[in-house]
Nanobody, 124 residues
């Protein structure tokens, strides 16, 4: 059974940083690409970033380029989303998702399993 569990969210001031984690189980973690998505109140879910099997990153949101990075630790079956220089508009529930293959897909339909999310709130 595929499981994805996010953690690391919280309340942070503008300009602050967080490291979100996504712990995976129930599948061959090192084979699949993993993505991060977010959904702000009243808005549609949007893709943020994805990391392929080989560690290459694909940005889905231009607004996070230069501020967010993603990494994976295959020994721990975990991916990380480092979020820096946070802005109030980054406030959202952040979700990780397992891609259907080893490369980062072009849309959310390429992801087949989702975690429950972790809340990130950016406010002074």
């Amino acid at each position: 059974q595929v499981q994805l569990v996010e953690s690391g969210g919280g309340l942070v001031q503008p300009g602050g940083s967080l490291r979100l984690s996504c712990a995976a189980s129930g599948f061959s973690f090192d084979y699949y690409a993993i993505g991060w998505f977010r959904q702000a109140p009243g808005k549609e879910r949007e893709g943020v970033l994805c990391i392929s099997r080989t560690g290459g990153s694909t940005y889905y949101a231009d607004s996070v380029k230069g501020r967010f990075t993603m990494s994976r630790d295959n020994a721990k079956n975990t991916v990380y989303l480092q979020v820096n220089s946070l802005k109030p508009e980054d406030t959202a529930v952040y979700y990780c998702a397992k891609a259907r293959s080893s490369y980062c897909p072009g849309s959310s339909s390429g992801f087949g399993s989702w975690g429950q999310g972790t809340q990130v709130t950016v406010s002074s």
